[in-house]
């Protein structure tokens, strides 16, 4: 499911949003009604929410569709009429409708011109992305449609003479409907006249299997007949060429030698075992075992054609074709003129044209079981003559390409070998280096993954560690640290057994554009890219970039996960050490210019109330994603998180300090938001030494406020208020008024947690008063909203909810929706306090809306919290428990402690109203330990007070703990209700 607007590819968010378009599509302009919408998504068992999500939907694709619209405006390509909605985009501008109108003008005269231009527009199965809508009925309507179309082409082609067209044409009509006898029929003509007439004659004996298997029924007439005209010419054509030449009947045994030490590799033997057995009788069977350079796909071959030979009693052919080798490949004239001698044909016989040896080769394989094993194939071309006609005999080919034409044209199926596992690989060097692997297990596992678990390198570096025998294993971990060093010292000196000779075949023969993308890839830190960070790389379009990404994976050179491309650790060494070479040394400007940019779009969608707390970056050229709304922004931002760190590190080691600094205070709000605190810390450290290194003290002064809030969101408060009263002296030494309203702002937030509520109320007010005289509009409703928690612990009530509706007011006014939601959190403890509990409930409730909308997990789970308190206050117990069963799953996800210390807290309670007092004291003991561990004396309070009834030992525990909060902190902490504050000032 795709759409565009001015030629731009938009965005269209989650699998059901999109199948809300797609249901629009199909209805052809014509309104679809919410029951249907529902209906189509859910089934009889649609959500509470179900109208409501849809209208969320459709509000989002408007947005994408009509990003002009003025707010409120009617809506003119997805109009709400009654209870439906409709699609008003031209005809001409939806494929499917192209479709239809050009099959009828091809049908009214327009001709195979016309139908060509028709079956264009086909791009695979229709929605292929959206399993909710694989068999709705109006999919399955235009997949029959196309069908049809296809066998009009097929038949206008078969007419004209170009038999190809034709038997493409049919062989996909016979693949999407095999129990379709008149496609089934037409496909047995073409192949027949193709003079393919085992092909043909084995695709009826497979439908004639099919149809009675499926639907008990024999062969109808159309079918038959087609089967029939084929043995008609069989018999006449051997009236005319007489009885077959003689030949000497040989059983040749031509497999390799098996591997002598092989290990690991069961699930792939199991999966060779069941993929080469025939389904059916007349069934010809092809595998395609591929993968990298160097995984081990001939020793995977060889020793299952070894296990496996006793099922070929007619023999065994083998031929290595060199695909990838630095001598000329085998031709297929070549392999065909020795496997006819193989065969038992004199070499005098052995005919002189291609298609000849083909025929022979063919007939001479007709009624015998055999195992061909084509090993090294470089294309599909190298093999196809060196295909069976009949059925009976198993083709294995090994490949560093997928070889997909020989899986579409010729029904292959395919086995892609990845590395070894962890536990495979360490075995192995077991078994070849012997005692030291097994004394020296940290080395061995480093050694393994040096060699990225591929066979070809461990055997390697096994025979290294004997050429510098009796030395420990961890000296030649340490020789090959290096990675450029490594590919010089995996070698053995014979070309073949080289790992970097090994990859160079491969790259030998890759066209320019995908080379110097293979290059490339070798240079960025990260460990994937999207086809948008290729193109980065590349410094071109992004359709250009995938074209090469697309390549390389199908030739094993980078892995494909998803829509991401990466690499194991020795190609991109290999690669790295290409580019150096070749005079390209470092990442390119460009591609740190894209992240920073396109984490800088995401993050003003994402906090669009925050935009002016962050430092504004220029647009770089070349193609960027369309982030859009919050799905879209936060996807990017999970699936190139690790990139975005990877590459901060990178330019800060390599001197570039501007790219750091920026992005560490683009990202802090989504790195601590969504729990990310390690790449949070890496990165701002990172950056910190690179802005002291300049230096540069006003992006130091924010780059430890940000280490602050990262150590406030772990717990870790005497840390956090070093690196912020330190921020705090930078910024009076500067001059920088924001840094000192977020240094005393979160100064103030530490303090709040410690139970120090008068300092933690002083630094606030300071912090509010400096954002007051500067204008700075969102500092100030944190500061307040802050400030009216802090007196939400005081107990001061009247005061805390004059400041939170402060805050409230002011989030509204300047669009900050997730420092709103967590003001209304605490004014619903305000609430609560009061014993106000349906005005809580609302605050709640509200606030959950909010931050379900802002996908911050935090604030969910802080709201959700809230509720369980409201619904205890009700009696509803189970439905508190569920609530806070849901917050403690979110603040486990994302890792922050102090909620789950005040969720275990809250679960205590509702188990003592329900009356489970062991089950009380598990959640009240497990808040204390975890508060007491962090220094959250609140919450430490609280576990005490919920465990007073326990006995000596626990009674100890909790009052020793309450004890130490309140000689630290010089304050007692009042029983308050208080979720974590958001942290950012």
């Known amino acids: 499911m795709r759409a565009w607007l001015d030629d731009e590819p938009l965005l269209l968010g989650p699998p059901a949003q999109r199948a809300v378009l797609g249901l629009l599509v199909l209805a052809g302009g014509q309104p679809v009604g919410l029951a249907t919408l529902v209906d189509a998504l859910w089934g009889d068992r649609p959500p509470a929410s179900a109208v409501n999500v849809i209208q969320t939907h459709v509000k989002r694709l408007r947005r994408l569709l009509e990003p002009g619209r003025t707010p409120h405006s009617r809506s003119e390509v997805l109009p709400y009429l009654g209870d439906s909605y409709r699609l008003g985009v031209p005809a001409d501008q939806i494929d499917i409708m192209r479709f239809r109108r050009l099959v009828r003008h091809a049908a009214d005269g327009g001709g195979v011109a016309v139908l060509t231009e028709a079956l264009a527009l086909w791009q695979g199965r229709p929605f292929a992305d959206l399993p909710l809508l694989a068999e709705h009925p109006r999919v399955l309507s235009i997949m029959a449609e196309h069908r049809a179309a296809l066998g009009r082409y097929g038949a206008a082609m078969l007419a004209a003479g170009a038999v190809d067209r034709a038997i493409s044409a049919f062989e996909e009509v016979a693949v999407a409907d095999p129990l379709d006898e008149m496609g089934q029929a037409r496909l047995v003509r073409a192949y ?59 059983v040749p045994a031509e497999l390799l030698a098996d591997v002598p030490v092989f290990i690991g590799r069961a699930y792939e033997l199991g999966e060779l075992d069941r993929l080469t057995i025939a389904p ?25 054609a070894h296990r496996a030979r006793d099922r070929f009693p007619d023999g065994q052919l083998y031929i290595d074709l060199r695909g990838y080798d630095q001598e000329q490949p085998v031709s297929p004239d070549a392999a065909l003129a020795r496997f006819l001698r193989s065969l038992g044909l004199p070499g005098e016989q052995v005919p002189g044209d291609v298609e000849e040896r ?54 292959a199926r ?87 000779v090994v990859f160079s075949w491969s790259y030998r023969d890759l066209p320019p554009g995908a080379a110097r993308m293979f290059r490339l890839l070798g240079l960025h830190p990260g460990t994937d890219v999207d086809g948008f960070g290729a193109a980065a790389l590349l410094g071109g379009e992004e359709a250009t970039a995938r074209e090469c990404l697309e390549l390389l994976a199908g030739r094993h050179q980078v892995q494909r996960i998803g829509d991401r491309y990466g690499m194991h650790d020795l190609l991109r060494a290999y690669a790295k ?145 070093a690196e912020l009263r330190r ?29 120090r509520y008068r300092k933690a109320a002083r630094m606030l007010a300071e912090a509010i008063a400096l954002a007051r005289d500067t204008g700075a509009k969102g500092t100030e ?109 979110l603040f486990r996800r994302i890792r922050e402690r102090a909620g789950e210390a005040r969720v275990a807290n809250s679960l205590g309670e509702v188990a003592a109203a329900m009356g489970r007092p062991a089950e009380a004291r598990g959640h009240h003991l497990a808040a204390l330990r975890l508060a007491a561990e962090i220094g959250n004396r609140y919450e430490q309070s609280r576990a005490q007070a919920g465990m007073e009834p326990l006995g000596e030992v626990e009674g100890r525990l909790a009052s020793s703990a309450v004890a130490t909060s309140v000689t630290s902190s010089g304050e007692t902490p009042t029983m308050l209700d208080d979720p974590m504050s958001e942290s950012m000032l």
Request: charged letters at 25%.
């Open 192 to 250: 027949a006249a193709a003079g393919l007439r085992a092909q043909a004659c084995t695709t009826y004996h497979a439908v004639r299997r099919r149809l009675a298997d499926e639907l008990g029924v024999a062969p109808g007439p159309e079918l038959t007949a087609a089967y029939q005209e084929i043995l008609d010419d069989d018999s006449r054509a051997h009236v005319l060429t007489g009885p077959p030449i003689a030949v000497v009947r040989t």
């Open 280 to 304: 059916e009788q007349d069934t010809i069977v092809i595998v395609v075992v591929s993968g990298t350079a160097g995984v081990g796909k001939t020793a995977l071959a060889t020793r299952w």
């Open 358 to 411: 083909a025929a022979r080769y063919r007939s001479l394989l007709d009624g015998r079981r055999m195992l061909i094993l084509l090993d090294n194939a470089a294309s599909v071309d190298q093999i196809r003559p060196l295909l069976p006609g009949s059925a009976g005999s198993v083709v294995l080919v090994t490949s560093r390409d997928s070889l997909p034409g020989l899986i579409v044209r010729h029904g």
């Open 414 to 500: 395919r086995l892609d070998l990845d590395v070894l596992r962890r536990e495979d690989a360490l075995a192995l060097l077991r078994r070849l280096v012997g005692e030291w692997a097994t004394a020296e297990i940290g080395a061995a596992e480093a050694l393994a993954t040096q060699c990225a678990r591929l066979p070809l390198a461990v055997r390697i570096a096994a025979e290294l560690v004997h050429r510098r025998a009796p030395a420990a294993l961890a000296e030649v971990v340490g020789e090959l640290a290096d990675h450029r060093r490594r590919l010089n010292l995996l070698s053995t000196g014979d070309s073949h057994s080289t790992i970097g």
């Open 577 to 721: 050490d290409l580019a150096v070479r070749n005079g390209e040394v470092d990442l390119p400007r460009r591609v740190l210019e894209f992240y920073l940019h396109t984490a800088a779009t995401a993050m003003d969608v994402l906090y669009p109330a925050e935009r002016d707390r962050r430092p504004r970056v220029p647009r770089p050229a070349g193609a960027l994603p369309t982030l859009h709304d919050v799905g879209t922004s936060l996807a990017w931002l999970d699936a190139e998180r690790a990139n975005l760190v990877a590459t901060a590190v990178h330019a800060a080691e390599h001197g570039h300090a501007w790219y750091p600094v920026r992005l560490a205070l683009v990202l802090l709000r989504y790195l601590e938001s969504g729990g990310h605190y390690a790449d949070a810390v890496a990165l701002h450290e990172h950056a910190l030494r690179a802005a002291e290194s300049v230096p540069d003290h006003r992006s130091a002064a924010q780059l430890r406020i940000n280490l602050g809030v990262v150590a406030v969101q772990q717990g870790r408060y005497a840390e956090a208020g």
């Open 727 to 755: 921020a705090l002296e930078l910024a009076y030494e500067v001059g920088d008024d924001f840094a000192r309203m977020r240094a005393l702002g979160n100064l103030g937030h530490v303090y709040q947690w410690q139970g």
């Open 781 to 889: 409703a944190r500061g307040l909203g802050n400030l009216g928690h802090v007196r939400l612990r005081q107990g001061r009530y009247a005061d805390a909810a004059e400041d939170l509706r402060a805050a409230i007011a002011i989030c509204r006014d300047i669009g900050d929706a997730v420092g709103e939601a967590y003001a209304l959190v605490y004014l619903g403890h305000v609430e609560s306090a009061l014993g106000r509990y349906d005005e809580a409930g609302e605050y709640h409730e509200h606030a959950l809306i909010l931050f379900r909308g802002a996908t911050e997990p935090a604030g969910e789970a802080y709201a959700l919290d809230g509720l369980g308190g409201v619904d205890l206050s009700r009696g509803e117990h189970e439905q508190a428990l569920d609530r806070l069963s849901e917050a403690l799953e």
